[in-house]
């Protein structure tokens, strides 16, 4: 067997994707595997907007207490 052979043997992958969460793959029109994978997603999501908007608000709040106190 020469290596030319291994090449023409090989299986071909069909066209896919990951779930964003799980990694299980899954049909390219889809983004999760289910609905347990996709509200996990909304969920993470939620927190980390709500986390990015409690620290962006935590700055004018600090800079106004530093300037107070600087009084």
């Known amino acids: 067997m020469s290596k030319y052979m291994k090449q023409e043997q090989k299986a ?3 066209k896919h994707r990951h779930c964003i969460m799980c990694s299980t793959p899954i049909s390219i029109e889809q983004q999760f595997c289910g609905l347990s994978c996709e509200d996990e997603f909304k969920r993470a999501e939620r927190k980390r907007k709500y986390t ?3 620290i962006l608000a935590m ?4 800079f106004l207490i530093l ?3 600087r009084r």
């Open 12 to 14: 071909s992958i069909p």
């Open 59 to 62: 700055f004018p709040i600090l």
């Open 52 to 54: 990015f908007i409690v």
């Open 67 to 69: 300037t107070l106190l």
